[in-house]
């Protein structure tokens, strides 16, 4: 999976037995059964979402290469209306030969270039035997500098809007932390918690 630069030019936890100090359960305030459901339930839910945002990770930006495809989530907007920031391009090696102008394509604009770019094929020109393609981003108000593309180029030839976004964030050290991390952290100390107030219990039967 890549990230893309683009150019703009412009029964257990639901009631506890003893209270957090230890207090017998005739003892402990009516509320405290009802506050640690609420946290489970706060716990599961963030669990699930976590779960749902790395098994999308995996199914946009894995499973497609399965098929021969690339994938790239969209971090600009260059190419908006038509491709939104947030969004996921997929798109599928194609002869250079068969680009057409209008074409959307995924490239390395130099070999320098640590990430590709998308924008839309205005202008094609043979010089030499070597074909050179222009390009320019819906968004902005100039073209891009001509590039001879490799002999297999990459056609963008589907996007999903939004989902790139869980991608990206899930990728990062912050959104691997928070969507991962901390819900497994709160749910082993909820499991923790659980335990050591069975365990006073049974000490006191």
């Known amino acids: 999976m890549d ?7 412009s029964g257990g936890l639901g009631s506890l037995p003893l209270d957090p ?8 305030p009516k509320t405290t059964g009802a506050w640690a459901q609420r946290v489970w339930a706060v716990a599961t839910l963030a669990g699930h979402v976590a779960a749902l945002v790395l098994v999308l990770a995996v199914a946009v930006g894995i499973v497609p290469m399965f098929f021969g495809f690339r994938t790239f989530v969209v971090v600009s907007g260059s190419m908006e209306p038509t491709i939104a920031t947030g969004s996921v391009a997929i798109a599928a090696p194609i002869p250079t030969q068969n680009l057409q102008v209008g074409d959307v394509i995924a490239f390395s604009p130099s070999s320098e270039a640590t990430l590709p770019i998308i924008h839309r094929i205005v202008k094609i020109d043979e010089r030499d035997g070597v074909r050179y393609v222009t390009t320019r981003g819906d968004a902005n108000t100039s ?13 963008v030839i ?48």
Do not use: C, H, M, N
């Not at 899930?170 to 749910?187: R, S």
């Open 3 to 9: 990230f893309v630069k683009s150019r703009r030019r």
């Open 21 to 28: 100090l230890g207090a017998p359960e005739s003892l402990a």
């Open 143 to 155: 073209d891009d500098a001509p590039l001879a593309l490799p002999s297999k180029g990459l056609l």
């Open 158 to 205: 589907a996007t999903i809007p939004l989902v790139g976004y869980a991608v990206y964030y899930a990728a990062q050290p912050f959104g691997t932390l928070v969507l991962v991390w901390a819900p497994l952290i709160l749910l082993a100390v909820l499991w923790l918690k659980d335990r050591v107030v069975k365990s006073r219990q049974a000490r006191q039967v």
